[in-house]
Each structure stands twice: as structure tokens, then as C-alpha cells.
Nanobody, 128 residues
Framework: VQLQASGGGLVQPGGSLRLSCTASGTTLEHYYIGWFRQTPGKEREGVSCIHKNGVDAYYTPSVKGRFTISRDNAKNTVYLQMNSLKPADTALYFC??????????????????????WGQGTLVTVSS
């Protein structure tokens, strides 16, 4: 199983990017999916997750109202639409999937044991 993240890049503050995470070797429809980010010297941070029902989602407070997570099971892909980007959003973003129900509207597990597969990241740089 591989998870391929893409869509990162350099964007000015206030700009937008849409990240994609596409799976191969498995189908995502049964998985809960999370987006994480990490910068050098800091701990990994859970950004957002989406329930396998495709409806329930969680956002960390710093991105709520600016980021939107969605999934397209037909394309085996999960997206993270990021608007109104800030320099503080600069990080390596990566996705992870798990069969454990670790995502609700009010809960997002950051426990690595809850995830079955991790993808490599895509770098987002927000700078003028």
C-alpha cells in the first residue's frame, strides 16, 4: 500500500492550495483518513481528519474555517483544500489512513498505533 501526497508548493500569505493524497494497493472507502503536518524541531501536528462516512470531519482550531477536507472514494483520493494560508501553515504535510475509528467531529487521534499506513509528505511554504 502506498499513499502519495501532492499539491504542495510556494504560495503567498492569503493564497490557497489543494493537497491530494492518493492510495494505491488498497481502497480508501473503509478507512478513516488524517492529514498531519510537521516542521523541523516541532512535533507532528494533526491538522484534519475525515470519517469513512465522508461527512464527519475534525479540524484543529488553528485551521478551522480555512481548511476543508474531503474524499473521493471513486478516485481513491482524499483532499485538503487550504485557503487563507498563513506563514504558520508552512510545513511538510502528509496523510495517514487507518481502520480504527479515530475520527469524529470532536475527536482526532494522533496515536500512531491508530493508523495502518502513512504517506510521504508534500511541502507547503507560505511566504511573501
Amino acid at each position: 500500500v502506498q499513499l502519495q501526497a501532492s499539491g504542495g508548493g510556494l504560495v503567498q500569505p492569503g493564497g490557497s492550495l489543494r493537497l491530494s493524497c492518493t492510495a494505491s494497493g488498497t481502497t480508501l472507502e473503509h478507512y478513516y483518513i488524517g492529514w498531519f503536518r510537521q516542521t523541523p524541531g516541532k512535533e507532528r501536528e494533526g491538522v484534519s481528519c475525515i470519517h469513512k462516512n465522508g461527512v464527519d470531519a475534525y479540524y484543529t482550531p488553528s485551521v478551522k474555517g480555512r481548511f476543508t477536507i474531503s474524499r473521493d472514494n471513486a478516485k481513491n483520493t482524499v483532499y485538503l483544500q487550504m485557503n487563507s494560508l498563513k506563514p504558520a501553515d508552512t510545513a511538510l504535510y502528509f496523510c495517514a489512513v487507518g481502520l480504527t475509528p479515530m475520527c469524529t467531529r470532536t475527536y482526532f487521534s494522533d496515536d500512531s498505533d491508530d493508523y495502518d499506513y502513512w504517506g510521504q509528505g508534500t511541502l507547503v511554504t507560505v511566504s511573501s
